[in-house]
């Protein structure tokens, strides 16, 4: 399906004290729907501000790209062509300053290079560059400033960042990589035109750690922030976020010595000289962690915690917990992650029995407030339901809306919703179903490939693949793309 895209930042608004008041409905508005011919693969959907930009391969052999230009309301402005010389697929996209970059990548993993396509949104411009590179890797991240682009990904298990600069059509690979296998957790363009890239991986003593490297838009780096664990402990993800006073906060979460399971979130208070000081909050320290749970399991957990306190032990529970956002409210950071556990299949083979990764199900979203000093100031979650996918990928999305915090994410065509206001949880849910289905024909959730994205202040998109018809085994598949529209009450 077609690439996830990193969207511009959204403020959170929330409020110390609200009256309850009535959740924002959301309803679908304007649509698009076009069935797809057998071979044709569904659109890379780039949305902004403005409007949204549709791009497919098109043309004798692929050899050029089609761009369908939208305004908010889904109605088509222009039409473009352009030539590309790559086989391959577009493994990046994202709009800056009104300027589209698609990045793609060629059908060949041992070509190194990548061809860039920029595409001037309001004059039709466009311009298309060779971006050359001699280590072969697949681009799972990229930010972009005025005048550099930052291309994050994995070689040989190894992260690497390749910088590249527009204006001189010069790349590079950034300093500060290659020494050691690692997770490439964010790649953040900050508002002075420097670069921050976050990894976590092994230090001198082989315990896994977290290093803030700052870089120049012009790839020089300026800094690098080494933040490591207590004893007994391990940093297994994290994202930063820079203050205007020039203090980073890092927020992730840890476990034990070698292990992928976490046990709860650190948070890291970053002093612009490199002093940095770390707060840990366990899972079972959290008021609110084990609300998606039925209530009679959280009563069985919180007996557990009790007896372990009185015990003079430290109640520990093991999670996978993935961080997508970070966001600034005021004086508060708002985290959003979500916990999930992999399923495994049987495979018989050569006489050998194995057990391969096979999917990922999801438990519950966390959201978590915090004071720019790291101090923990509230906690919640989100049940998500029946969410199984093969790729671990962000699900749930916030909106606020007249002090309240609305939840939305997208599954098997269901947009399903529930509404907290900090570390109170309004009883109020709904499931929009974008398909209108009769509730007693009930589809597989294979059926249906969409996704749920950020888009305007009063909106969000929803896009992806489906059968022509309800039960339809024809294999004739509808691309859509639908516009919902929030109403507060």
């Known amino acids: 399906m077609s690439t996830r895209f990193a969207f511009e930042k959204l403020f959170v608004l929330l409020a110390l004290l609200l009256p309850l008041t009535a959740p924002a409905q959301i309803q679908p508005a304007e649509k698009i729907e076009v069935l797809l011919s057998e071979e044709q693969n569904p659109d890379t959907v780039v949305p902004d501000s403005a409007g949204v930009t549709l791009v497919r391969r098109d043309g004798p052999d692929n050899s050029q790209l089609l761009l369908i230009r939208l305004n908010t309301n889904l109605q088509v402005i222009w039409r473009k062509n352009v030539a590309v010389e790559f086989k391959g697929y577009i493994a990046q996209a994202k709009v800056h300053q009104g300027i589209a970059y698609l990045l793609i990548k060629h059908e060949t993993y041992s070509i190194t290079g990548f061809e860039l396509v920029l595409v001037d949104l309001s004059t039709r411009e466009s311009t298309v560059r060779i971006i050359t590179n001699v280590i072969p890797f697949l681009p799972q991240l990229m930010e972009i400033s005025d005048n550099s682009i930052l291309l994050g990904g994995y070689f040989n298990y190894r992260p690497l960042v390749l910088h590249y600069t527009v204006s001189t059509d010069q790349s590079k690979i950034l300093p500060g990589f290659f020494n050691e296998t690692g997770n490439l957790d964010q790649i953040r363009a900050n508002r002075n035109g420097t670069f921050d890239v976050v990894v976590t991986g092994l230090n001198n003593q082989r315990k896994r750690s977290v290093w803030v490297r700052n870089y120049t838009s012009d790839g020089i780096l300026q800094k690098t922030i080494l933040i490591e664990p207590e004893e007994k402990k391990s940093l297994l993800f994290s994202r930063s976020f820079t203050l205007p006073t020039g203090r980073q906060v890092v927020v992730g979460s840890y476990g034990r010595h070698n292990t992928e399971y976490s046990r709860g979130i650190f948070v890291a208070r970053v002093e612009p000289n490199g002093e940095y000081e770390t707060r840990y909050y366990s899972y079972a320290d959290l008021q609110n962690f084990f609300r998606y749970l039925k209530q009679q399991k959280q009563d069985r957990i919180q007996q557990r915690i009790e007896r372990k ?65 790291g101090e923990l100031l509230w906690d919640n979650c989100f049940e998500i339901n029946d969410v199984e996918t093969r790729n671990l990928e962000q699900f749930v999305r916030i909106r606020p809306a007249a002090g309240d915090l609305n939840l939305q994410y997208l599954h098997d065509g269901y947009i399903r919703t529930k509404v907290i206001q900090r570390d109170r949880v309004i009883e109020y849910k709904n499931s929009l179903d974008l398909l209108n289905r009769q509730p007693s024909r009930r589809r597989s959730v294979q059926q249906i490939d969409a996704y749920l994205d950020y888009w305007t202040n009063d909106s969000m998109l929803v896009y992806g693949i489906r059968p022509i018809a309800l039960n339809d085994e024809s294999g004739q598949r509808i691309f859509f793309l639908h516009k919902l529209k929030f109403t507060d009450n």
């Open 309 to 373: 306190k009185i015990q003079g032990k430290k109640p520990k529970f093991s999670y996978r917990l993935m961080i997508h956002e970070l966001v600034p409210y005021q004086n508060q950071l708002i985290m959003l992650g979500e916990a999930f556990y992999p399923q495994y299949r049987q495979v018989n083979a050569r006489g050998a029995t194995y057990y391969v990764l096979d999917s990922f199900s999801y438990t519950h979203a966390v959201i978590l407030g915090f004071s720019t000093t």
